[in-house]
């Protein structure tokens, strides 16, 4: 017998005898309950009195030593009979969750579309059977979701590794390289060699934000906001794309690196979907117990039904909003795992002119 068997029983043994106690408590209190005022009767009578072994007419009556002597030999009694009722009554309590953790077992083995479906009637265990299946169908998707995501990431690391391979075996098997053939072959080299460590990049920083927040500190918005435009102003004025700016005081509490992997991100998505001259405004403030990170973006018509599949891992409309194809699909992911794991609410839209609004609600520091 296993362990776990040895716990199961023993849990089944404790319930047993608990309930044996009760039902021997109850035969103890009933047995006191009758003897003890026939027992104060009998040292009550006067003495020369009649005999309490005998009453009035016809018939012999039962003194008060038979009495006790048959209380006390029911109690002995009620022992095993009690010892029995209590198993019997502490298996049928177990029955149920014996079958729930059989089932749990095998779906934890591996089989994870099983549920344990409990009917009627609704009790606490049929509760927590509801709970434990919607449990096991977010560990369902979850698995999914990590499945799909390391097939999508593994297609994503493979391709430039295949491209790194053919450049360089092309380059070695030509017998007629220079070395100008042999420096060009190097910089493409360099150049996909960056396009890995850029998409490595990208998925750590999803990693992390998946991880959740690991320190809270005051962060205001408007500054975060105020160093990532500042830095990529340049590259949307190369690209003809107008970088507007409206910022108040939004002081929210979380980890500043995440809090701006996320509005780099945001600006980042916004200036590569766009458009020649183009535009991108970034608002922050305050309202109420609650602050609000705004990105509105110019660019190609985004199909309503599309926005969610956006802030999926490797999940792109490149062909529909720029021809460039220079993203990994991981941007709005990263924004949407750092924006849950500061319990921040994200809501996005699609522009009837084209392009796309991103809202990011964060709480105030001591309104969570």
Known sequence: MTSRQLARRSLQRRLALAYAAGIYAAGVFVVIFVDVPLAGIHAARPVGG??????????SGISLPQLLMGSAVALVVLIPVALALGWYVAGRFLHPLRAITTTAKVISAGDLHRRLDLGEPTDELTELGHTLDDLFARL???????????????????TPLAGLRTLLEVALAD??????TLRSACQEALALGGHQERLVQALLALATSERG????????????VGGVLASRRDQATATGIDL???LTPAVTAGDPRLIESL????VDNAIRHNHADGHVKVTTETSGTQVTLTVTNSGPVIPGDQIQRLFQPFQKLAAERNGRGDGYGLGLAIVNAVAQAHHATLTAGARPEGGLAV???????GAR
């Open 359 to 365: 809202t990011v609600r964060f709480a105030q520091p």
């Open 140 to 158: 369902q998707a979850s698995f999914d979701a990590q499945r799909h995501f390391v097939a999508n990431a593994s297609h994503e690391l493979r």
């Open 263 to 266: 509005v780099a991100n945001l």
């Open 213 to 224: 927040v690991t320190r809270w500190d005051t962060v205001d918005l408007a500054h975060v």
């Open 175 to 180: 017998p007629d390289a220079d070395a100008g």
């Open 244 to 246: 507007a700016e409206h």
């Open 50 to 59: 009649p005999s309490s072994s005998t009453i009035t007419g016809t018939g």
